[in-house]
Nanobody, 121 residues
Framework: QVQLVESGGSLVQAGGSLMLSCAAVGNIFWINDMAWYRQTPGKQRELVAAITRRARTNYIDSVKGRFTISRDNAENVVYLQMNSLKPEDTAVYYC???????????????WGQGTQVTVSS
């Protein structure tokens, strides 16, 4: 079994910064892509940023130049550095990882429990 444990969500003023962390723990052999999603009430969960194992990244347009995704493959951790935060960034942020467990032949997607980010104007 695998768990994704998130941390770093908080209340911050517009223009401020936060760093989210997500550690994958458990029966892990290999992790492919890792990503951060976010969701607000009444809306679908949207992909914010993703990173391959070789550190190739992609971002939604609204966060380009402000957010940076990174990962530590040795520690199975993914980060999201968020700068110049705006009220519209307010959401629950979820990490996602494509994990191959020991003894498995194919990857399975796992989700974190979510961490609240609130940006006040």
């Amino acid at each position: 079994q695998v768990q994704l444990v998130e941390s770093g969500g908080s209340l911050v003023q517009a223009g401020g910064s936060l760093m989210l962390s997500c550690a994958a723990v458990g029966n892990i052999f290999w992790i492919n892509d890792m990503a951060w999603y976010r969701q607000t009430p009444g809306k679908q969960r949207e992909l914010v940023a993703a990173i391959t194992r070789r550190a190739r990244t992609n971002y939604i347009d609204s966060v380009k130049g402000r957010f940076t995704i990174s990962r530590d493959n040795a520690e199975n951790v993914v980060y999201l550095q968020m700068n110049s935060l705006k009220p519209e960034d307010t959401a629950v942020y979820y990490c996602n990882a494509d994990v191959i467990e020991r003894g498995a032949n194919i990857p399975s997607p796992y989700w974190g429990q979510g961490t609240q980010v609130t940006v006040s104007s």
